[in-house]
Structure formats: C-alpha cells, structure tokens
C-alpha cells in the first residue's frame, strides 16, 4: 500500500457492505450491513486493515489518515448533534478493534473515548447522574491506561478492590458517585506515576492514541499465540471502528447482552442468550457478573425484547445461518453493536445446516459447503460412558461439547508447563481472559465456576472446538491455593486428575471411562440413518456425507494393513486399501524368520527362510482380500531398512558378553551381533529400504508377490473378486521399477499357470524421492499407477529426518512463522505440492491413463485434501478413522469451498 493521494482509509458505516472483511474488518463490514439494512446501528466509522498494515510497517499512520478521521469525525458529531468532549454535552465514541477473522477478545477495545475532567460534567448534566458520569469516567481512565498507555491492568482493579473494601461492599454497583470520583482520582494518580504524564485531557489526543493501540494490539502476544493456532494470516491486520457510544449502564432500564439466533452448542432454534442489566460492554463477555438467561429480558422490557427478536429473525434471513450479536439497551432503546455469522460447535454445524436446508434458506451444496471435516473430525472423539466410579462432584453449564479427562491445574503457565511434558490437564480458573489463552490450547479442557455460555472462557473453547465447562458456580476454585472445594466438601488439588463433559456439564474426580459417539456408531452401521435410533446429529451427518459422495470426484481408500482395519475402512467409506504396508506382517513372532532369512548364509537357507515366509504372508492377503472384495487392495512391497527386525544393538550385545561372562557361546546372538554390526547404517531413511532391499536381498519382493498371487488365486476360487494391485515403495530411477516389474510379471504368470486363473494386477509405484518426481515422465513407462508418498517426499524435499525434527526444531520453526503448521501435517503446497504438480504433469505426458493416487498421512488432512482435488489426483488414501473427513472434504473441494468452511 503506498499512501498516495487517492487512498481511502476510511469508510462510514453506510458505505460499506459485509463482502468488505479483509478490508473493513469483519466488525466493520458487518456493522456496515446492519446499517444499509435499516437496524439501529449507532452511527460511525472505520478505519481499514490497509491503514493498519501501513502503521505497522512505518510505525507510524499514513499522512493522510489524520485528515480523513476529522472529515468523519465531523460527519458523526453532525449526526449526532454532539462535539467530540464538548465540556457541556459531549460526544463519547467506542474504539474497537476487528479484524477480517474473528479473533474473541484478542484485541482491544475503549470505551467512553471523549471524557475529561471537563467533559465528565456535561456528561452528568445530560444524563442527570453524577454517578453514571463518574462510573464512565473511571472505565475510559482503566481501559485507556491499560490498553493505550500499556499500565499493568492489576493496579487497576487493586485500586477498585481497595475502594469497595474501604466501602464494605463487594460489587461496583454499590459505590457512589463520590466513591467513583475517589476511583477515578486514584486511576489518574496511577497513570501519572506510571507515565510520567497525566491523563490526556483532549479529547482528539485520546482517540489518535487509541486507535493507534488498536492497531498495535495486532502484534500482542496473545493475538499472535491465537492467529497461529487459526492459521490466520499474520499480516492480514484488523480495522478499527469508531462508533458513537451508547450506554448500557445508565440504570436497571438499561443493559447489555449477547444473542444467538440459535443455541451455538447443539443448534437447536431458540432465544440463546445474556443479558446484564444496568452494565456496559465488555462486562457480559468478560463473566465477571452474572447474567440472566436472554429470554427473561422479555419480563424485563418487553418492547425492546420483541424488537430484538424481530432483529434477529431478520439477520438470521440475511445471512443465512446462526448470527451472534452484542446489543445494548439504552433506556428503553435498543442499539445493536455488533453481529456476525457465531461460532459453532461441530455437533451445531452439521444440524444448522440441514435445518437451513430444510427451511429453504440454502441448498444441499451449500450445507456441504458451511461444514469442515475437522468439525467432522471431532464428532468422531470418544464420548464418556455413565456410571463408573468417578464421583460427581457438580454440573456446571455444558458451553462446548467433548469429554476431557486430565490433572486438574490452575494456572495457564502450569497447563503449559505440564502438557509440554506430555501430561494430560484440565484448565480451572475462576473465570478465563485472553492471557490463559496458551493454557487453554495446551489443556484437553477448560473448566471456570463464573460466566456464562457467552463467557471468554466459553466463546474462545467453542472456537477451538476444546471441551469446556463453565460457571460451575458451586465450586469454589481458590487458583492462589492450586485446589477447588466441591459442595460436597471434596477438595481437589492440583494434579488430581478430574473428568469434565462439555455436552452435560459434569465434573468428576477421577478418570470416567469413555465410549464411541454416535456419529462414529453410525459409520460402524451399528445405527441405521433412517431409523428412530438416530438422532437429529446422525441425520445430518448423513445427509451431508451422502450428499458429498455424490459430488466429489476424489475417490476416497484407506490406508489398512490388517483384515479387521480393512473392514472399518469399508464400513466407513472407502473404496478400496491405497496403502497395505507389509512390515508389520514380519514383526511378533515372524521376527524370528526374518532374522533367519537375513542369516541366510546361502540360497538354501535363504530360501527355506522364505519358504517359511510364504503362507503366512498369504494369509496376511486372504483375509484382507475378502473384507474388501470388489475393490482394489494395493499391497506395498516391503519398505523399511532390514535392521529394523533385528534386535537392538545394545540388547543384543548385552546378551553376548552375558552368555560370554558365563562361559557359554551362543552362535546364533553372535552371528546376529555380527549382522546388526553390518547393516548399521547413519542415515537409515536413506539406506538400504524399499525398492533397494527388493534389488539386493533375493527372493524378497517374489516371495510376497506370490503371496499376493495366490491368495488372489485362492479368493478367485471361492467365487471372490479380488483386485490386488503391487506397489513399489521409493523408486528413484526408472531402472529399479523396471527390474522389480519384470520380476513380478514372471511370478504372477507362474502362479497363474500353477493355479489355473487368470489373474492380472496393476503395478505401479511410490513416488517419495524428488528423483522420481524429475523423471516421472520416464517412471511412468513402467508403472500402471503412482501413489505419492508424502511422508517420505517431504522428508526428502526439505531434508527433514521426520522421526527427529518434529520434536527438535518444529516450536521454534512455528514460532518464528517459517511455517504456520508442520508440513507432515499439511502439504506444503509451495514446495512439495509443486513437486507432485510436476510428477502428474511428468507421469500424464508419457501415460495419459496413468492412475495417481496419495498414501503418505497428508490424504486425511482437509486442506491438503483441497490441493489433491485441485491438482488432478484420482483418490486419497488416508487412516480408516480420517476416511469419513477425505469424503466430507473431497466433497468440499468440489463444490469449490473454502478449508475453514464459511
Ligand atoms: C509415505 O512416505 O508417505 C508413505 C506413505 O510411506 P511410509 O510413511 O510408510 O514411509
Ligand atoms: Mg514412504
């Protein structure tokens, strides 16, 4: 952004629209929605995310923001009526962040911009309430002084408390207006001291300050601790909005809440909701006082309840889907403050989406569209069985859905601190604000005894999809002592272990067993989508999933080395096995053999170690033939180095110098000793596996195509369709593929001569070295398909050891933003997914039928799921678990949908 004459940095409320988020911010172009629809919106502006980048990168606001500002500024104390601070009737304006993506209470936000010591007076003239003048001052003099001014917000609420103790009361509401002015004295002094200035007294100083703390709040710790959990990008910036104030606190005829046009939990249509009477902003977010469900502002003032409703209804129609709001009520008046399409927890976004279906609103592409398969992903987690013998302890408010079990800790540090050593916590505080936000992404879940469902603690666990129960008001949680005291008189402290239930509210102590969901249920067929056994979530899920299976073009397998994984896979959804890797049918007691066929000191021996091999191989392949009959199995010859079924090393030479230091020899430990010795390699990833191994060791790689071969024979025979297919794991060169297939040809015609079937299998190959994707065009002339193993070409693309990096250097790559998210995770689309664009492009020129399909654990992963859509592939093949996500995504990247969903 250059800064040049013509740029616009600010927008009024009534020219903006809510398709403008990256620039206005999701507050601004919302609030700009609201007020083109005719809805009370107090008036204002906002200043985009472009300023914000320039501020940010200059360190200081463009030249001409200044001037636009006034121009606006000017424009809203016409509409109002009102001069900024003016001492005798002043206009008091908001400041608040928001950014394109929703970041709850990440930033900052200052209310009652335009009071002074001057302006306080004709504040209290116009409102007739020294005391509201007071209250209003002393939250600017807070706010500001911690936000702007950068003050330590306890001083703060230290000098609060000490008034109200001073006064024998514990709730602001019981202080004067003389004991507010002492507040307010005492806040002034604080910023003095801290400041070295007293608080700034003109009014258009307060709001440049202030909007300038706003756009730095972009880069605070918490912000950045949350924009890379959501993967939002960390120069994208957030607008600020000035709005004309409206007040909630102007007596028990006024307030503040929060609405839901459904229940954000389950998705159940409703009035959800706070409300809080005679408060102000930040207070019902905050859950610091309680609040009383939305629908009793129907016996509180029943006119602005129905216009609320009628609001509502009416956002609900023109956004298509579940808004949440922020309202206040200004003696008797209703002002909305904010909307927005609410955050959801994953059993309401599959239900919300259908009724939405359902009632008209959108189509069935679209209610694909607006789920994600994480929000599947998480319906799938275990869910606790009842009974047991964890004891109860209370129910609190069940604000977002899932079933945590860990030690109980009581500080965000501690979760920290403990989960990064593997333990598993639950987060209990009093109530949550953004500095326990790291606590919060480290604990399994989150538990606080204030606020309600719209509580800090409840709106950001929601977001992140963790488990969290909150306002479990008969606890009392002491966080200084580390413990909490049950109503029955139990204490639990820090590293008992307790069981928490996001979709019920209840806390245990002790570990409550856990069962699988009914989604998962479902998938196992256990429940019958079109029976009275399924419930409203089932239904859903169903219609969504069958709906994406009839537009995706990605076909979908598993990846399944055993008969009883192959079977879920199936019951789940996949159209065949993409990856049957065969080592884990040479561990347990097969060890043995394969010791014995690395032995082998001749071709005898080696081939009796074979010979010995065989059926059980064969075996392996029946079974998992029959559980996917009809559909293809592709069966991965084996891939890791040989040394990995041989005993460990120092094991191995323990046992010698024993059988030693007893005078015994034990031929057999020594010559594995002496094998163990040999095959040592540095780089094991790098040596002796996959395609090498079939090279060198003799007789491998045709023992277990035979394997696969006759037991196709054998299903053949008994009336079964098998559809084996043999791939060949990290090929490099042609050459290799070449060899392996002309010996695997010959094999397969011998056993088809000796079994009388006819049997044909497609060969192909793993494409995992970056030499293989450079010369896949000539790869491609010996393979009849390519399966992209992504683990290893990751590896292999950045040179990054995978058993090793992850824990050595990862936090410190994420943290500095060299990546957002680990690429085993997601595909690195710029470097390995230009790799695999070049090998479809490579193997296709030579072989337009060739058949591309991805195995490494990329092919369960939504966003990468998105990329082998785009880039052309025929299937994914992921973990049978991961297979209901691969449809629900492939089916997304049909219709053209975002990753994050709508
Ligand atoms: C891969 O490398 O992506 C793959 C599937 O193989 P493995 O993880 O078994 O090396
Ligand atoms: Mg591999």
């Not at 979530?537 to 008969?563: C, K, W």
């Not at 010979?611 to 009809?630: E, S």
């Amino acid at each position: 952004m250059s800064g040049t004459g013509a740029t616009t940095w600010v927008y009024d409320f009534g020219q903006g629209s809510k398709e403008q988020k990256d620039l206005l911010g999701g507050k601004g172009a919302n609030l700009a929605e609201m007020t083109n629809l005719g809805l009370p919106v107090p008036p204002g502006f906002t200043i985009t995310t472009d300023a914000c980048r320039y501020f940010l990168a200059h360190r200081s606001t463009p030249p001409e923001l200044a001037d636009q500002v006034t121009e606006h500024l000017t424009a809203l104390e016409k509409a109002m009526g009102k001069t900024l601070g003016d001492p005798a009737d002043p206009l008091l304006v908001s400041v608040r962040s928001g950014a394109a993506a929703s970041m709850p209470g990440m930033m900052e936000t200052v209310l009652n911009v335009g009071l002074t010591d001057e302006s306080r007076h004709g504040l209290a003239a116009q409102s007739g309430s020294e005391r509201f003048a007071w209250d209003s001052y002393r939250r600017l003099v807070q706010m500001f002084g911690k936000t702007v001014l950068g003050i330590d917000g306890d001083l703060f609420e230290r000098a609060l408390e000490e008034v109200k103790r001073e006064q024998g009361s514990d709730s602001d509401l019981d202080l004067d207006a003389g004991h507010l002015e002492d507040v307010v004295r005492r806040f002034q002094a604080i910023v003095t001291e801290h400041c070295g200035r007293d608080f700034p007294q003109d009014p258009r100083e307060q709001l440049d300050l202030a909007i300038n703390a706003v756009f730095d709040s972009w880069n605070s710790e918490r912000a950045v601790i949350y924009r890379r959990r959501e993967r939002i990008p960390a120069d994208a910036g957030t607008a600020v909005n000035v709005v004309a104030m409206v007040f909630g606190n102007l007596g028990m005829d006024s307030g503040t809440g929060v609405a839901f046009t459904r229940d954000p939990g389950s998705g159940e249509q409703g009035v959800y909701g706070d409300y809080l009477q005679n408060a102000q902003g930040e207070d019902v977010v905050a859950g610091i006082r309680n609040t009383v469900p939305l629908t009793e502002l129907e016996h509180i003032d029943a006119d602005a309840y129905r216009q609320l409703r009628g609001v509502m209804a009416r956002l609900e129609a023109h956004y298509r889907d579940l808004c949440d709001i922020e309202f206040t009520i200004e003696r008797g008046k209703l002002w909305m403050l904010q909307t927005r399409v609410g955050k959801r927890t994953a059993a309401a976004a599959f239900r919300i989406a259908t009724q939405l279906v359902d009632e008209g609103l959108i189509d069935t592409d679209e209610a694909v569209r607006r789920v994600t398969g994480d929000q599947l992903a998480q319906l799938m987690f275990p869910r606790f069985v009842s009974g047991g013998d964890a004891t109860e302890l209370t129910r609190g408010m069940n604000a977002s859905p899932g079933a945590a079990v860990g030690r109980a800790v009581f500080s965000s540090e501690t979760a920290v601190e403990w989960a990064g050593r593997g333990e598993r916590v639950v987060l209990v505080r009093r109530e949550t604000n953004p500095d326990d936000l790291a606590g919060m992404i480290a604990a399994e879940g989150v538990l606080t005894n204030r606020g309600g469902k719209t509580s800090h603690a409840a709106v950001v666990a929601r977001g992140m999809g963790k488990t969290c129960v909150c306002g479990a008001e008969e606890l009392d949680v002491d966080t200084a002592a580390r413990r909490f005291t049950a109503p029955d008189g139990t204490v639990v402290s820090e590293g008992d272990v307790i069981s928490i239930d996001g979709s019920t509210g209840r806390v245990w102590l002790g570990e409550v067993p856990v069962e699988p969901p009914s989604v998962v249920r479902y998938f196992e067929g256990a429940i019958d989508p079109d029976s009275e056994q399924a419930d409203d979530l089932v239904r859903s899920v169903h219609r969504i999933l069958t709906h994406a299976d009839r537009v995706r073009r990605l076909g979908v397998r598993a990846n399944a080395d055993t008969a009883g994984d192959a079977a879920r896979a199936r019951r789940f959804g996949a159209h065949g096995i993409g990856l049957c890797r065969t080592e884990h049918m040479f561990l347990g007691d097969r060890r043995q053999l394969v010791e014995t066929l690395i032995l082998a000191e001749d071709d005898a021996d080696r081939q009796a170690a074979l010979a010995a091999l065989a059926p059980l191989q064969k075996q392996d392949f029946l079974h998992i033939f029959a559980a996917m009959d009809g559909l293809p199995v592709t069966v991965r010859l084996l891939d890791p180095p040989l040394h990995e079924f041989l005993p460990d090393l120092t094991e191995l030479s323990v046992r010698v110098a024993m059988a030693q230091a007893r005078g015994e020899h034990d031929e057999r430990a020594h010559r594995l000793l002496a094998a163990v010795h040999a095959m040592h390699e540095e780089n094991p990833m790098l040596g002796l596996r996959g395609v090498r191994l079939g090279l060198v060791v003799p007789g491998l790689f045709a023992m277990q195509v035979r394997a696969i071969a006759e037991a196709a024979a054998e299903r053949r025979r008994a009336g079964g369709d098998p559809r084996p297919e043999i791939m060949i794991p990290l090929v490099s060169a042609v050459q290799e593929l070449e060899a392996i297939r002309e010996e695997t040809e010959e094999v397969l015609a011998q056993v088809c001569e000796e079994q009388g079937v006819e049997l044909t299998a497609h060969i192909g190959t793993m494409i995992e070295v970056p030499r293989a994707v450079v010369t896949a065009d000539e790869i491609a002339t010996a393979a009849d398909f390519f399966s992209f193993g992504t683990n290893d070409l990751t590896q292999m693309t950045w040179g990054f050891s995978r058993d090793d990096v992850e824990a050595a250097f990862f936090s410190a790559y994420l943290e500095r933003g060299i990546f957002s998210v680990s690429p085993f995770e997601t595909l690195d689309r710029a470097g390995v997914g230009a790799l695999v664009r070049m090998a479809v492009e490579g193997g296709r020129s030579t072989r337009p039928d060739l058949k591309l399909g991805v195995c490494g654990e990329h092919g369960g992963d939504p966003d990468s799921v998105h990329f082998f859509h785009d880039v052309g592939l025929d299937y994914v093949s992921c973990s049978p678990f991961r297979v209901p996500v691969a449809r629900l995504e492939a089916g997304r990247a049909a219709l053209g949908a975002e990753r994050a969903g709508s």
